[in-house]
């Protein structure tokens, strides 16, 4: 089933906002999810995968100090914490219901949530 996002919209630089993916899976522990996001003109990038095997991922270490993520077992809920954002964050944010582990690859991910918009600007 399709995860359902919530969260995003518009925040001025140096501002925060926390995307919400709620799956529907019976147990979280069983499932890798990964937060991507897509500007226009450009492919989907990678931002955060969590799972139980692999803990908390990041394609790009530069974000780390920025973008955390945390779940919510019992609510089967994902979150992107996002702080100090940029104008060069906006985008749309997508989380992905994939396998076991951690991956980057698209191609690894069944379920997609609809997508938020993120836009930083002053």
């Known amino acids: 089933y399709q995860p359902v996002q919530s969260g995003g919209g518009l925040v001025q630089p140096g501002g925060s906002l926390r995307l919400s993916c709620a799956v529907s899976?019976?147990?979280?522990?069983?499932?890798?999810i990964t937060w991507f996001r897509q500007t226009p003109g450009k492919e989907r990038e990678g931002i955060l995968c969590?799972?139980?095997?692999?803990?908390?991922?990041y394609y790009d270490a530069s974000m780390k100090g920025r973008f955390t993520g945390s779940r919510d077992n019992a609510k089967t809920t994902v979150y992107l914490q996002m702080n100090s954002l940029k104008p060069e964050d906006t985008a749309v944010y997508y989380c992905a219901q994939g396998g076991y582990y951690c991956s980057w690859d698209l191609a690894d991910y069944a379920f997609w949530g609809q997508g938020s918009q993120v836009t930083v600007s002053s």
């Open positions: 969590l799972s139980k095997e692999d803990g908390f991922q």
């Open positions: 899976v019976s147990n979280l522990d069983y499932y890798a």
